[in-house]
């Protein structure tokens, strides 16, 4: 069994359609000794961010539209050539390109609109959003398909030290996937403490 590690560092790296140049100035020493002045000896790198995006060239997911390399790969590459552990993150609750393409696969609430973090499922494309807004995805459709698919292609493809799985707490669901697997289990979708104690 490994040891534990003194000095973990989550690179938080959920970027957006919007900024250009991904991965286009990544050099591998300077990223080493960054590390190695940090002494850090493990270091989240993220294959796939809220906004949906990859960070290396996916069959699975989709590519990053302004990633100019494979970032997922550098990365691990420099870490493991200065030993230092390179847990791999996937997004599980949160992603904005999943959730737009596939709305059928949100969390929904009672009332059947979708559930979210400062969503105004009201909101004119032209209206002024909050700084973040994001729709959860509900596990029990078939986007646990997609995420077990992207990990089964990260793990044939990379050295895996770990998987880092984020927001993996839901809220209830109603969505018509819950409510059939509710009445499946004997329970009513219309009880609020039905819905609370059903889990997929």
């Keep these: 069994m490994k040891s534990l590690c003194a000095r973990q560092v ?10 250009g140049g991904i991965g286009a100035r990544f050099q591998r020493r300077q990223f080493q000794e960054a590390l190695q002045l940090g002494h850090v000896n493990s270091i989240t790198v993220f294959a796939k961010c809220h906004h949906g995006w990859s960070y290396y060239p996916t069959k699975v997911g989709q590519p990053h539209p302004h990633l100019k390399i494979n ?3 550098a990365q691990i590459e420099a870490c493991h050539e200065i030993g230092v552990r390179a847990p791999i993150y996937i997004t599980l609750g949160w992603s904005a390109r999943d959730a737009l393409q596939h709305p059928e696969w949100t969390v929904r609430k ?3 609109s979708t559930f979210g973090l400062n969503v105004d499922a009201k909101a004119k494309p032209s209206d002024r959003r909050s700084e973040f807004s994001w729709t959860f995805l509900c596990p029990a459709t ?3 398909d997609l995420v077990l698919a992207q990990t089964e292609e990260i793990c044939r493809r990379f050295d895996v030290d770990g998987l880092f799985y984020d927001i ?4 209830p669901c109603w969505c018509p996937t819950c ?6 289990e004997g329970l009513d979708p219309e009880k609020e403490s039905d819905a609370q104690g059903f889990k997929i």
């Design 168 to 171: 993996c707490v839901w809220p």
């Design 142 to 144: 078939p986007y646990r």
């Design 71 to 73: 970032l997922l790969k």
């Design 10 to 19: 989550h690179l938080d790296f959920h970027t957006s359609e919007h900024i």
């Design 110 to 112: 009672r009332d059947e």
């Design 179 to 184: 409510r059939a697997g509710m009445k499946a």
